[in-house]
């Protein structure tokens, strides 16, 4: 979701705040912002869209700032546009924040009844003002920002510049990820790790209900007692390529495709082998198959996916995965609910993925053939996902038919077909022309309830 950095060093920070938030693109957003403080005042540049159009804007405006935060927004509270994206400010102060301020409506009628007028509809812009009201009456930044972070109900992440210390970034944490970085005459702070890697290998991550202060010079991480915390200094390895493509067009891809090897390095951490080890053999299919299958489901409006035992829970995460990716709006169901009223939609328009592996542990694949023959009944144009006996078996009921390796046991089919899925919505969602990284109004990584 959100994602948030900022730097505050001897040189300009703008290069380092923009290359820092590309890297947080994995995580879904649809506007981006930065702020810097330039002779006495708050320079902001919003855009919606991407980080790339934030850039072009960029271009056009000069900056030379030691200090910048910005952030990637994903829309919460507030319809996605330039008003509503992040940094957000008062008079005094700028904020991006990541989280949610629950009480964000009791929080602005007390403001505004000091005066203060809005100009989003988010729930961050009380943020600065809050802080503000504290600062204006203490002039102390670590007393204000406590202050204002204990009426906050909800979550946050804070990265806070105040207009009068220009060399000081701010922070606060609670239930949002956050973490310090350190640099040689800089110091920066950011959602993730990875969009400091570029500019340093030591980190401090923050734990909740802590605060931090920023200079070129230091980090001091305290308590909301004012009481300083010593934090352990993490040296992280090299993550060049941890969220890199690797070769691959897409993320997605390269994640459906890194499955088989994830899987086992997951399961040989858990499981004591003594002398044999786990092997998930290497997925085959007829890929061409499923790119012209995927061609022929770019104009279906819905789609069903039906399966029994393992093969039932297969279908849900089949059907979401289309549905985020191509926004086709397909569903999955238990094969045997199919006449239970779904069996209503079934027409010759409605195309259904059976989902039906045939082995020597699956006694449900006579049970998952009738269902099928009901949606050949109605006409369904039925896509039969099955091994080769399975496929033998089923005959020419399926107008199309893809074909998995024959599997060994469960683990095996509560992966194979899944994959298969997988890329069958991939390639829907790229015949349609969409955003496989970045599916529309999805987060890919979720950091707010």
């Not at 203490?138 to 007393?143: A, G, S, T």
């Not at 010593?230 to 897409?250: F, L, P, Q, W």
């Amino acid at each position: 979701m959100c994602g948030i950095v900022g730097a505050v060093g001897s040189s300009n920070q703008v290069s380092v705040i923009v290359e820092g938030l590309k890297k947080l693109e994995y995580r879904g957003y649809d506007s981006a912002g930065i702020a810097t403080i330039e002779e006495g005042f708050f320079k902001t540049v919003k855009e919606e869209g991407k980080i790339a159009q934030l850039e072009q804007v960029l271009t056009q405006h000069k900056f030379n700032s030691n200090i910048a935060i910005g952030h990637t927004r994903w829309a919460t509270h507030g319809k996605p546009s330039k008003e509503n994206a992040h940094p957000h400010a008062s008079s005094q102060i700028c904020v991006v924040h990541n989280g949610i301020v629950e009480n964000h409506q009791e929080i602005r009628e007390k403001l505004r009844k000091n005066g203060v007028i809005f100009l989003s509809e988010t729930d961050t812009e009380v943020v600065p003002h809050l802080i503000e009201y504290h600062f204006s009456k203490n002039h102390d930044i670590k007393k204000s920002l406590i202050a204002a972070a204990s009426e906050i109900h909800g979550t946050f992440a804070l990265a806070v510049m105040f207009k009068e210390n220009p060399k000081i970034i701010a922070v606060a944490k609670r239930g949002s990820p956050l973490v310090l970085g350190l640099g040689k005459n800089e110091n920066f702070v950011a959602s993730d790790y990875y969009a400091l890697s570029d500019k340093t290998n030591k980190i401090i991550a923050l734990d909740d209900e802590e605060f931090a202060i920023l200079t070129p010079e230091l980090i001091e991480v305290f308590d909301a007692n004012e009481k300083k915390i010593s934090k352990k200094v993490k040296t992280m390895e090299a993550e060049k390529n941890r969220i890199s493509k690797d070769g691959y067009d897409h993320f997605m891809l390269k994640e459906i495709y890194e499955q088989p090897r994830v899987l086992e390095e997951t399961i040989q951490a858990y499981v004591d082998l003594s002398n044999s080890s786990i092997h998930l053999p290497n997925f085959g299919f007829e890929l061409k198959l499923i790119k012209k299958i995927a061609k022929s489901l770019t104009r279906a409006r819905n789609l069903l996916y039906i399966g029994r035992g393992i093969s039932q829970v297969t279908s849900f995460e089949a059907a979401l995965k289309l549905r985020e990716l191509s926004y086709i709006n397909a569903q999955g169901i238990a094969a045997g609910e199919l006449k239970h009223g779904t069996i209503a939609l079934i027409d010759k328009k409605m195309p259904v993925v059976v989902i039906a592996p045939k082995n020597s542990q699956n006694d449900l694949f006579e049970k998952t053939l009738s269902n099928a023959q009901e949606v050949n009944a109605r006409g369904g144009k039925i896509i039969f996902v099955s091994n080769r006996e399975g496929i033998l078996q089923f005959g020419k009921m399926a107008r199309k038919k893809i074909e998995i390796p024959n599997l060994d046991g469960m683990i095996q089919e509560a992966i194979i077909p899944v994959i298969v899925t997988q890329l069958l919505a991939y390639y829907v969602s790229l015949y349609k022309g969409n955003d496989v990284d970045q599916p529309r109004n999805l987060a890919k990584s979720v950091t707010v309830e």
